[in-house]
């Protein structure tokens, strides 16, 4: 299995910017993409973007397209989301997810995610 272990998440205002870290450990040959998630408690948990490893290709839910984004450092065995232009809507415990071993039709569906991380809380006050 992959272990995930994020990192970054805070109390910032509205307007302002965050970047996730997610350090990543037992990757195989068959981790296909990398996704971050996030919950609010009640509500299910919600795909913002992903990164399909092989090509690098990046997929991001509507709402945050332009103010996120997912990058990846291979040296480093981690994977990023920059925040920018938070809202207090944002407001989330964000979780980094591992897929593998399948193909995956819907990269931002929790569902196609096999390893999940602790996850990093972000509050934006407005």
């Known amino acids: 299995r992959v272990q995930l272990v994020e990192s970054g998440g805070g109390s910032v205002q509205a307007g302002g910017s965050l970047k996730l870290s997610c350090v990543a450990s037992?990757?195989?040959?068959?981790?296909?993409?990398m996704g971050w998630f996030r919950q609010v408690p009640g509500q299910e948990r919600e795909g913002v973007a992903a990164?399909?490893?092989?090509?690098?290709?990046?997929f991001y839910a509507d709402s945050v397209k332009g103010r996120f984004t997912i990058s990846r450092d291979n040296a480093k065995d981690t994977v990023y989301l920059q925040i920018a232009g938070l809202k207090p809507e944002d407001t989330a415990m964000y979780y980094c997810?591992?897929?593998?071993?399948?193909?995956?039709?819907?990269?931002?569906?929790?569902?196609?995610?096999?390893?999940w991380g602790q996850g990093t809380q972000v509050t934006v006050s407005s």
């Open positions: 997810a591992s897929s593998q071993d399948h193909i995956v039709v819907a990269p931002l569906d929790p569902s196609e995610y096999n390893d």
């Open positions: 037992g990757w195989t040959y068959s981790t296909n993409y």
């Open positions: 990164l399909k490893v092989d090509g690098d290709y990046t």
